[in-house]
């Protein structure tokens, strides 16, 4: 079992830490250099924890648990538009970020006005494609509550966001619901909003921490971050991809942000121990820029 960390410190004998993390056994899942501040998220054995942050210390960072890290989470909006979007879903993902998920903002085509919202079947596989969906809402209860049918059929936790405090009886579909959070036009940075962030982030934990151990009962054959760290060394045109995170973790699969017609064989291909990828994954084509989607087998399906 791995744990998920984030260190944020001087990029001053960094190389350090990148060498002990590898003579661990752990990998490296996200690297960002902010002038001379320096943010790596990783993955390490459990064991080793204690190790990895007396490193950190002796070299004047900080490492915090990051549960988020290794995760990609959807947070949808019922449009695009100014008076959905902003400011409120911009600032759950931006805050989320910092606890180490990867993120990606969803508008959905037909959402203005709780008459005509309406979310399509190739909306709901995009939504799919990630660990949870945060659903960020308005500030109407009667709104909030009629919109539960964009939602209600999702296979993955779903997470509702609104400003009225609401039962959760009555969002069917919804997995959570957190409050103080609806359609804000201003920054989210007063005490109240992240009070609310905070709560949004402990429900966010929980309901990863409740797959996981799910995940634990039928694990994959290999974890998704060792996958991931083979596809890195293993194809070389991954180090040409310009957009972050060029192999993004998921709890039991992978988006690799490679074109699928042109190189889904190569990452069939990609050996993993003594078995070729395909064999212990499906590879599909995505619906985000029709990248290359790896969802990992579990042992019971190997069989």
Partial sequence: MYETLTYEGGV???????????????????????????????????????????????????ITVAPMAGTEIAIVSPTLARHHLPHAACDISEYLRRYGAKDNMIGLARGHGKGTSGISEIEKDLIEEHDIAIFALGSFKDCIIDKSFLYDDIDIPVIVTGSPEIDLEDLPGADAYVSGLGRIPRRLKRGPDIRALKRLVDVVEDQLTILKKDLAQDPPLFPSILVKNEIESQVPAIHEVISPTPVTSQISGLRVKLDYDKYHEVIENVMIDDKKLKDIASVEKSHMYDYILVRLLNESSLV
């Fill in 12 to 62: 001053h004998r960094s190389e350090e830490l990148k060498e002990l993390i590898e003579d661990l056994g752990g990998f490296i899942l996200q690297e960002n250099v902010l002038q001379m501040e320096l943010i790596i998220n990783m993955a390490v054995p459990m064991e080793d924890v204690d190790k990895v942050k007396e490193k950190a210390k002796e070299i004047l960072g900080e």
